[in-house]
């Protein structure tokens, strides 16, 4: 038996998760999931199921548990994310898990830890009052999913037989079927590096660059203008930074952005670059290299998710009297999974606008309601 669910969630605010995202400015203590995972598989270890660790990154380990009913009606798949964003100028305790009004504060709360909890919790009262007729649940807790989606990736190659899939984030109790994609690749220009004080004698390749980001301004513009997905929107694209130049009096000989493109159903990361690959080609002979994708991330796409939905949304109405049903422009999880043909919905507690913020709290009334939501799908409904 667990402790209740206000109590596993803070256990798991306590414990700091944070994903550096590339950056190298953080405390190590305070990096990494590693210790949200081991709490976890002591939850695991508690309940007396079987699970199983696995290493995704060095010391960054996903992790999995089954519940096999005696009659499992469907094979079902709960998978939340461990880690969270960094805590830079909170104004809340990041971890202190602070109860204040029925709301849990702290970074995670919200995003996802709540989602977690309750994925957690609801597993662990199948497990304990194991019932004949119910759902085989996977619970899957995994890494990276702020920042390049390790986790998800490894996950889907170790999943079998799964027919449905769940993904923890902050829906507010509402489902979100689907929701855009990412892929980001940089871009590169070269030059010829010389003194400043003879810039003829080199090639500059900031001025290359500025050249293409002309046409890049206007193949996103023109991106944005088309008609795109009804619920969805455009596709985007947006130029995040851009580096070049060693020194003012050296003609800098390399210059790289970051590109950032968003993808509506239909559009996947390799050909979205081509296309603007073939656009810039098109319009300037100026010589660049796209170079490799960092991460990808598709579309999730709502069409073979609609049983789910609706077993799902009737799951939700006998607890909380209603749901609605999104679609968002920020990704997660379940697309890594949905494109592994096992049909994926987000659903969890909270607010996606507390999430990120410099004082994240969840409401713990909803982590309950998600709780019995989740026993309720895998029991059934009717
Ligand atoms: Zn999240």
């Known amino acids: 038996m667990l402790a209740s669910v206000a109590e596993l969630l803070a256990e798991l605010v306590r414990r700091p998760s944070i994903n550096p995202m590339g950056r190298t400015d953080l405390d190590p203590a305070l990096c990494h999931e590693g210790r949200v995972t081991d709490y976890l598989e002591a939850q695991l270890k508690l309940l007396g199921v079987p699970y199983r660790r696995t290493e995704v990154a060095p010391g960054r380990c996903n992790l999995t548990a089954t519940f096999t009913p005696k009659f499992p009606t469907v094979s079902m798949l709960w998978e939340s994310h461990q880690d969270t964003i960094p805590v830079d100028g909170m104004t809340v305790k990041p971890f202190g898990a602070e109860v204040r009004d029925g709301r849990l504060y702290g970074r995670g709360a919200c995003d996802v830890k709540g989602g977690l909890a309750a994925m957690l919790s609801a597993f662990g009262e199948l497990v304990t009052s194991n019932p004949e007729r119910c759902a085989k649940v996977t619970v899957a807790f995994t890494i990276d999913e702020e920042h390049t989606f390790l986790g998800a990736s490894a996950l ?16 507010g109790l509402n489902i979100v079927d689907s929701h855009k994609g990412v892929v980001r690749r940089q871009l590169e220009t070269t030059g010829i590096a010389c003194h400043s004080s003879r ?4 090639v500059n390749a900031i001025y290359r660059m500025a050249l293409l980001l002309h046409h890049i301004e206007a193949y996103a513009a023109e991106l944005r203008s088309r008609p795109g997905d009804a619920r969805l929107g455009s596709g985007s694209l947006s130029v995040g930074t851009i580096h070049g130049g060693v020194s003012p009096n050296t003609v800098p000989d390399r210059c790289v952005i970051d590109l950032d493109r968003r993808l509506i159903p239909g559009e996947s990361p390799a050909a979205a670059m081509e296309e603007l690959e073939a656009y810039l080609r098109s319009k300037t002979d100026i010589p660049f290299t796209l170079l490799p994708e960092l991460f990808a991330c598709p579309p999730l796409v709502a069409a073979n998710s609609g049983e789910l939905t609706a077993r799902l949304g009737a799951a939700i109405n006998a607890v909380v009297g209603k749901h609605e049903i999104h679609a968002v422009p920020y990704g997660t999880d379940a697309s890594t999974i949905a494109e592994a043909g096992i049909p994926a919905v987000v659903f969890g507690p909270g607010d996606i606008h507390d999430a990120h913020t410099k004082n994240e709290s969840v409401d713990l009334r909803q982590v309950e309601q998600a709780v019995q939501v989740l026993v309720k799908l895998a029991l059934g409904t009717e």
């Open 156 to 171: 889907v190659k170790e999943l079998h037989g799964i027919d449905l899939a769940i993904v923890a984030e902050p829906t």
């Open 199 to 202: 810039p003829e004698d080199g």
